[in-house]
T-cell receptor, first 110, second 117 residues
């Protein structure tokens, strides 16, 4: 069953702006991950944040995790056209099986 | 290049056809997965293999039949499919199913786009 749910479903921003998307989940997790998928391609792992971490950075990506609210956010700073993709959060609440949301589609306009 | 290769990339088949999707990973991983991705829906986990043993069958209809001859190869045999089975089928691998909890990362192939007529 679906565990993570991304919000908004779609986001359109100007190049250079920041993009923020959120993920909410229902049950306790061990870690939460974010993936990117370019149109018609496979998913690529971006970043993992463990349940005892509150914030993590990787290049232009910043991920936060609030376990009390069961939510996470992904911030992409200074967006580029190449950031146009769908972004998914995934949680591992049940054993080893990752549960993905439906994704946020981000369009970066030149 | 993720180290996970899926073939074919595109497949069109009739409802009475029999076809197979193939996945190969060159990462030395022990766990392999099949996911189904339909438009605007969350990824659906179909099957999981860990050290060649099937550890998950997520209530998938029998018209989908997985095969894992070794830790590097995974197949999805398709038979008598329905139009609603049209989707992107993604293969993924990881170090091992327990490793997903500890290290987290799944490595995905580019997917096989299946159209059932």
């Amino acid at each position: 069953s679906q565990q993570g749910e991304e919000d908004p479903q779609a986001l359109s921003i100007q190049e250079g702006e920041n993009a923020t998307m959120n993920c909410s989940y229902k049950t306790s997790i061990n870690n939460l991950q974010w993936y990117r998928q370019n149109s018609g391609r496979g998913l690529v792992h971006l970043i993992l944040i463990r349940s005892n971490e509150r914030e993590k950075h990787s290049g232009r990506l910043r991920v936060t995790l609030d376990t009390s609210k069961k939510s996470s956010s992904l911030l992409i700073t200074a967006s580029r056209a190449a950031d146009t993709a769908s972004y998914f959060c995934a949680t591992d609440a049940r054993d080893y099986k990752l549960s993905f949301g439906a994704g946020t589609t981000v369009t970066v306009r030149a | 290049e993720t180290g996970v290769t899926q073939t074919p990339r595109h497949l069109v088949m009739g409802m009475t056809n029999k076809k197979s999707l193939k996945c190969e990973q060159h990462l030395g991983h022990n766990a392999m997965y099949w996911y189904k991705q339909s438009a605007k829906k969350p990824l659906e986990l179909m099957f999981v293999y860990n050290f060649k043993e099937q550890t998950e069958n997520n209530s998938v209809p029998s018209r989908f039949s997985p095969e894992c001859p070794n830790s590097s190869h995974l197949f999805l045999h398709l038979h008598t499919l329905q139009p609603e089975d049209s989707a992107l089928y993604l293969c993924a691998s990881s170090h091992g199913t327990s490793a997903v909890r500890n290290t987290g990362e799944l490595f995905f192939g580019e997917g096989s786009r299946l159209t059932v007529l």
